[in-house]
């Protein structure tokens, strides 16, 4: 996926801009808010006026505080959202936190995702390009084996396993962002 901030909007975009663009290498656990200034113009503004068009304007809203490590914010959206999206959305910070039991109990509650073959995809395709990252996906996604990686990767500070999980944790979340905050087709 060519992850494009634009596509959101120009107030989503500057958002972005202040950090990465959409490219942010989150932390695999334990993140502190990465922009000052985002967190200041999240907190005043909504779901709705970001993504007014949106699909799942919550959870994409939910999405942007997890992407500036804002995890505290993102949780209390995340846990007020009773789709498959917000549940993903929790899952991820909680695996983010870390708290690796507690994030397979919300990936049980996601179920299959929509986002889950292109995901699996974007997973292989990064898993080809850093074979010593020592991952494999395979064909399916799967959220538990790579809640398990992510524990062993975030061990190895500065590895080749941490660069993959890494790589592909910003995979998961530009996909996901995508899917949420796109307009209802």
């Not at 958002?15 to 990465?20: R, T, V």
């Not at 970001?50 to 490590?69: D, I, K, M, T, V």
């Amino acid at each position: 996926m060519n992850f494009d901030p634009q596509a959101y909007g120009p107030a989503v975009a500057a958002l972005l801009a202040l950090d990465g663009n959409g490219d942010r290498l989150q932390p695999l656990a334990l993140g502190v808010c990465s922009s000052v200034k985002a967190k200041a113009e999240l907190g005043g503004t909504s779901a709705a006026a970001l993504f007014p068009a949106a699909r799942a304007p919550e959870a994409a809203f939910s999405g942007l505080w997890l992407y500036f490590s804002c995890l505290d914010e993102s949780h209390s959206l995340s846990q007020e959202i009773n789709t498959a999206d917000g549940s993903f959305w929790h899952a991820i910070m909680h695996r983010q936190e870390p708290d690796p039991g507690n994030s397979s109990y919300w990936f049980r509650r996601v179920g299959q995702h929509s986002v889950f073959s292109g995901l699996a995809a974007a997973a292989d395709r990064l898993c080809g390009e850093h074979p010593e990252g020592g991952f494999r996906m395979g064909s399916k996604w799967d959220p538990f084996a790579f809640i398990d990686f992510c524990e062993k990767a975030r061990r190895k500070p500065g590895s080749a396993m941490e660069t993959l999980a890494l790589k592909i944790q910003r995979a998961e979340w530009q996909i996901l962002f995508h899917s949420c905050a796109s307009a209802i087709a």
